[in-house]
């Protein structure tokens, strides 16, 4: 029974009424927290989908109504609309015209406020709602509240973090089990952890995502996710575990963002991290974020950073956030102040490069003149034994240089004849 | 110049006016981040602190009034004030008078907020002000607002902690130095880690306040301090950390708490923990906290836990919350429905027992037969060489069993003639 509805509950304000678009793994996961709940400050009253009544759960109250028409939710008198369609289209369009109608979304689309976010939360400031995107990075591990409110009294200068949890999971069991790519990639499909298709978790289009969020709400910079340069994981190898191993390292898909000055440094790609580090330590598909602060130093998030539990935890804390300011005036608006900085890759840190070759003699010769003319500086050559000299794994790590002046020294080595496949470059972080 | 006075502000809003009383190491840290912030939405009115005319500082700008007078304060136009007095006196009648008077509080202070936080919540519900004391755990980890806020849609099963960095840096220091805890404790007085008289610290008052508090915002739980047992980290000896190696341990402060049916388990003491867990590799001062939730999952929080910045931007991060809703209507107060729990130190765990002996025959069988009429059952027996005959350290783990059934059998071991020391009795949390 509703408590509006309740003739016990005296002159108890009416819960704000909250309706679900979008009724997947974390829709469910939402609507049955929000049925579980026994304090009855939020209500959900409708569940929008598709073909809804293939959807239909008996666990669901009776008044909530199903429908599958955007338009009868925009019409009714829900005040809060949750947003899990995903993608673009048509979630963009339907949650401008929910903002537009003064009605609060709470989201977990990271590639809508990736995109979109700064000019959705300028919608939803002139229209006297709230737009909340708590879920769009990190699933269960709180870290957007966190940078938003209790972090916001430090000037954060840098963040980073394991994202994707599909790609740890990936390399933290080739890491574990030595298997190739294609076994781990497998493995992770089988168990629900990656898509058939998992070209944006691979390739690093859903971590840049998240970053460029992360950096929306951390480091107050308005980033769009395409000028983040993303290497993919598909290149890293088993024998890259056993090279980062002898360099005391291993390798995660790292996520990060510093400001250089008036420039952002960011970039997502295959990192080499110390074993021992937080980082290094992040196994199976947990995400980690630590940021950096002028005054608090640093702070690590650790937890789960997707499946639909986690990820509900963290719409259902946005629609109770979202649900206290509802009888009030809007909150003042922060003085947003966003930058939008140029966005560089230009990093300067070591590197690991692997080679695969035809074993001849004077590669060692060849490389070492490449990189000399370049002015790189050589820190140590690894080569590991048992490998047929047709095509053999070598690694060189180097000292510590810029993105833009390593690059045209590989263009070179990868063009040798003795290289098999194009060099493996990783930068290397301490 | 105050942005209110400002001729080209426009209509722009008066920025809420802040009271600052106490003005040792956090509150200036406090004034100096007020003072180099550049968005104006908060003005610094006030100081308040006694013998104010040795606090002057040259950087707070001029017109801000120093004072020593409370009253002073709160009869000002200030609507925000932040109490960093610490202790009970006068802070608690300050506090009260202030949202009595309307005025907004944000506060570092533990003892306050354990022993009176449930009543000023609600003193400030009844006045539409606010109450906010993020800086009273964890300093510069922002663990409450992610309770409160981030993990709010989650229902928390259980919340540990090292919360203390004073016992975390001797005990770690004992750990990496293998020296004796005077040792440590001189080095941690010495390095400004420890105060002269450590006994809030090293006993564990200043860790259950704290756990009180994790326990009202995360297990909406109102538990007095003096209720949660408090096991002193003196006793713990460089030799422990040889015996804890063994069983792949190492020696922690931990703060605990979890719901057992409607009965709170809690307690704070020294504790073996694996040396490769998340609370077995914190270092130094710092703080982690990890949260248990049904839905979403384990949660781990690290970062520095004390220290003026880092508690500063928990400050300054309250100041914001409380900026942007204070020209708001009060916000709707959360239907808080507090548990009172019985609370007790009854867990069930393995243990470990460290005997100090002088050596004769037939030790372990006067032991193992006490421990055997209790229907202990043993471990492991460890027993180190090296040490002399007439004081010589040995230890015994314990299968898991609750607190209460193990109590009378170590009072029995500790009065046996050959115990030259009271037996060690620390959980092992797995």
């Known amino acids: 029974m509703a408590t509006d509805s309740d003739p016990t509950s005296g002159n108890r304000i009416r819960p704000p009424h909250v309706a679900l678009v979008g009724f997947g793994t974390v829709g469910r996961a ?26 239909k759960q008996s666990w669901v109250p009776s008044d909530v109504l199903w429908t599958d028409d955007f338009d009868s939710v925009l019409d009714s008198d829900a005040e809060i609309l ?88 990936i390399l933290s069991r080739i890491e574990t089990a030595r298997i190739p790519f294609s076994e781990a990639l497998e493995e992770a499909q089988a168990r629900g952890y990656a898509e058939a298709d998992a070209s944006e978790d691979l390739d690093g289009g859903d971590a840049r995502a998240k970053l460029s969020i992360l950096a929306l709400a951390g480091l107050q910079a308005r980033v769009s996710p395409e000028t983040i ?36 440094l960011a970039e997502v790609g295959p990192s080499l991290v110390p074993a021992a580090s937080p980082f290094g330590r992040v196994q199976r598909n947990l ?3 630590l940021t950096s602060g002028k005054y608090g130093g ?50 300067e840190t070591p590197w690991y490069l692997r080679f695969w ?15 000399s003319a370049h002015q790189l500086n050589i820190d140590s050559v690894l080569q590991k034994p048992g490998f047929d000299k047709s095509a053999l794994p070598f690694v060189i790590t180097l000292e510590p240089c810029r ?19 194009p060099c493996l470059c990783l930068p290397i972080l301490r």
């Open 298 to 347: 640093d702070v690590a998030f650790l937890g789960a950073g997707a499946g639909g539990d986690p990820t509900a935890v963290a719409v259902v804390s946005d629609l109770m956030f979202v649900a206290e300011n509802i009888s009030a005036q809007p909150r003042a608006q922060r003085d947003q102040r966003l930058a939008s900085p140029k966005v560089s890759c230009d990093f």
């Open 82 to 169: 949750v947003e899990l369609i995903g993608g673009l289209h048509p979630a963009e369009d339907l949650v401008r015209r929910a903002l537009k109608a003064g009605k609060s979304v709470v989201t977990a689309n990271k590639q809508l406020i990736a995109r979109h976010g700064p000019e959705l939360l300028q919608l939803a400031g002139e229209n006297g709602c709230q737009l909340e995107f708590g879920a769009s990075v990190a699933g269960g591990v709180p870290v957007l509240p966190a940078l938003r409110i209790g972090l916001c009294g430090d000037q954060l200068r840098g963040i980073a973090g394991i994202l994707n949890g599909t790609c740890n999971y």
């Open 30 to 55: 939402v609507a049955k927290i929000l049925c579980e709940r026994k304090d009855r400050s939020l209500r959900l009253t409708h569940i929008c989908n598709r073909h809804v009544e293939r959807k």
């Open 357 to 371: 070759v035809k074993d001849q003699p004077g590669i060692i010769a060849s490389l070492a003149a490449i990189l």
């Open 229 to 264: 340069r993303a290497r993919t994981i598909r290149t890293v190898d088993a024998v890259d575990f056993d090279y980062a191993a002898e360099l005391e390292c291993t390798i995660r898909q790292i996520s990060r963002a510093d400001f250089l000055g008036e420039t952002l």
């Open 403 to 421: 993105d833009s002046q390593l690059h045209p020294a590989i263009e070179k080595m990868s063009a040798l004849e003795f290289c098999t496949k």
């Open 287 to 289: 995400n980690l974020v």
